[in-house]
């Protein structure tokens, strides 16, 4: 059964930092552009950032500065450091997986096929 499991979401005052793992098994990974999306509630889901295969990462104007997505491919894991956290910036997080190798990588949701069940991220002011 292919998994994409995020943890690392939880509740931080205005100001603080939270980082996000995603755990991916038993699909291709290393090759893909991977990207973490938000959705909070009564909003579309919107791309935070993205990094392809070789490694290079884009952001969301709302992410930079203060968000930095990595990967360890050895451990299949996508990581995404999220600093001087905003009450705008709670949500629900989710990893994904694209469906193509391509580059640049998409910010479309319906370009990821694989989806992490998504892990809350709460910022109070």
């Known amino acids: 059964q292919v998994q994409l499991v995020e943890s690392g979401g939880g509740s931080v005052q205005s100001g603080g930092s939270l980082r996000l793992s995603c755990v991916a098994s038993r699909i291709p990974w290393a090759s893909y552009c991977r990207a973490w999306f938000r959705q909070a509630p009564g909003q579309e889901r919107e791309a935070v950032a993205n990094?392809?295969?070789?490694?290079?990462?884009t952001y969301a104007d709302s992410a930079k500065g203060r968000f930095t997505i990595s990967r360890d491919n050895a451990k299949n894991t996508l990581y995404l450091q999220m600093n001087s956290l905003k009450p705008e910036d709670t949500a629900t997080y989710y990893c994904?997986?694209?469906?193509?190798?391509?580059?640049?990588?998409?910010?479309?949701?319906?370009?990821?096929?694989?989806w992490g069940q998504g892990t809350q991220v709460t910022v109070s002011s």
């Open positions: 994904v997986r694209a469906a193509t190798r391509f580059s640049p990588c998409s910010i479309r949701p319906g370009d990821y096929d694989f």
């Open positions: 990094i392809d295969g070789p490694g290079s990462a």
